[in-house]
T-cell receptor, first 113, second 109 residues
Framework: EAGVAQSPRYKIIEKRQSVAFWCNPI?????LYWYQQILGQGPKLLIQ????????DSQLPKDRFSAERLKGVDSTLKIQPAKLEDSAVYLC???????????FGEGSWLTVV | KNEVEQSPQNLTAQEGEFITINCSYS?????LHWLQQHPGGGIVSLFM???GKKKHGRLIATINIQEKHSSLHITASHPRDSAVYIC???????????FGTGTRLQVTL
């Protein structure tokens, strides 16, 4: 079974530039999550989708972050404009439902300089 | 105070030792995840449990719902077990995951 795929794995950008991350969840998984993990800290939920609807985006900085999940499958997370404090690993995860085992991707490492 | 607390924060053990990592939570949960994160790697789900005990290889996870406490045990530890172990509680009607602060385990030869 293919896992959660993310790209790019690594990205370095200058502050005020934009970046987009892509996630392909495990086939059939209705729930998709984007987490931000700053070095030395635990993951912080940015947004949770159930199919193509948003369940929770309370911690998403909406002035600069946006996410979509068209057709309830793939998802993209965009940051525009990036700030230095956005340097982190962006983890995508998926599960069959909100009360099922959660599977994480390898993460997309962002460095903003 | 965090809703999910882990102890210890850091743990060093010698190969072969029995290891216990603890997780306490202060909210009602529907399930609890134990996750493993290697340096530079993604997160792997080890267990999801809502009661009792689960075992997979050298790993054992237990949960006591009444005491709001869970433990992850590693028997016959090995250097490849070196990683950060995170417990995450599934809470609320929206099934939100609340993460503990993680336990950094280093197993030496």
């Amino acid at each position: 079974e293919a896992g959660v795929a993310q790209s790019p794995r690594y990205k370095i950008i200058e502050k005020r530039q934009s970046v987009a991350f892509w996630c392909n969840p495990i086939s059939g998984h209705a729930t998709l999550y984007w987490y931000q993990q700053i070095l030395g800290q635990g993951p912080k939920l940015l947004i949770q989708f159930q199919n193509n609807g948003v369940v929770d985006d309370s911690q998403l900085p909406k002035d600069r972050f946006s996410a979509e999940r068209l057709k309830g499958v793939d998802s993209t997370l965009k940051i525009q404009p990036a700030k230095l404090e956005d340097s982190a690993v962006y983890l995508c995860a998926s599960s069959m439902g909100r009360r099922n085992t959660i599977y994480f991707g390898e993460g997309s490492w962002l460095t903003v300089v | 105070k965090n809703e999910v607390e882990q102890s210890p924060q850091n743990l060093t053990a010698q190969e072969g030792e029995f290891i216990t990592i603890n997780c306490s939570y202060s909210v009602g949960i529907s399930a609890l995840h134990w996750l493993q994160q290697h340096p530079g790697g993604g997160i792997v789900s080890l267990f999801m449990l809502s009661s009792g005990k689960k075992k997979h290889g050298r790993l054992i996870a237990t949960i006591n719902i009444q005491e709001k406490h869970s433990s992850l045990h590693i028997t016959a530890s090995h250097p490849r077990d070196s990683a950060v172990y995170i417990c995450a509680a599934l809470t609320g009607t929206a099934s939100k995951l609340t993460f503990g602060t993680g336990t950094r385990l280093q197993v030496t030869l």
